[in-house]
């Protein structure tokens, strides 16, 4: 079998899908989770075994969707992988390396990290990965483009920098709306989001075809007041932008933490 080490995933127990298992590494819970959490470094984490065809794109996208559920990046180093009899054997053939690169991290935890929330986090893993490794969807590349932003935004080049963070999310936002809404219309993005459900407090009026891009953090925003700072409105996508991604994917579990934003179910 072909094992590559996990750095930095938050994982309570082993998690088996069809094609690779996840085993955690440490049996304490406190340690573990002081591992998953380090700020400026990572730390092995878990072991990744292959159990099916080696696809290089579900490693990539694997990474990606881990780092997305813990909002701090993960690193699967493609390179490392080595051949082993067992999970446990594996780990002693890896070393415990610890990368000391500054290491992003994002604020908004939709996924709970309890040890009850180990079934949602791997039904979401599986259902995601699913939907990143299927070319035949319409919006595959607008899905993997939300993904990878999402992402991209907390990464440490991103931090301090709100434009550049407002255009990962936004610009994402933008074209995956304009893949899933037909015709011309100003109020794409707000129609888009009505339609997950996303309860939004500003009315498609306020989307005009002239000044779209200067609209869309007043659309965004959850107050109505005019003076709110960019930083507050940037809270609200970097909010915002991976529950879109959750919700348009089609996945469902109690467990997901929503903010405060409102949410209802549409047909």
Known sequence: MKYFPVYGYHIEETQIFPEFTLHP?????LQRRIKCHANGEYHLTAVLEITGDQNPMRLLYLQSILSFIDQREVRI???MGIDATSASAAAKIIKPHRFKDERGCGKNKIFPETPDANTCRKNFIHFSLTAMLD??????????????????????????HNDVRSYFYLS????LADKTIEGNKPDKIALFLRNLGFQLVRAEQDMT???LTRHHARLFALSDD?????????????????????????????QLRWGSWGISDVA
């Open 135 to 160: 070319e035949n969807r319409k919006d595959i590349h607008e899905i993997r483009q939300l993904l990878q932003n999402c992402i991209f935004a907390f990464l440490p080049g991103a931090a301090g």
């Open 77 to 79: 180093p493609h390179q």
């Open 209 to 211: 075809p002239d000044d």
């Open 25 to 29: 590494l440490e049996n304490a819970g």
């Open 226 to 254: 005019p003076t709110q700072d960019n930083q507050s409105h940037l809270k609200q996508i970097a909010e915002l932008a991976p529950l879109v991604l959750i919700r348009h994917l089609g996945f469902r579990d109690t």
């Open 172 to 175: 994402a936002l933008r074209n």
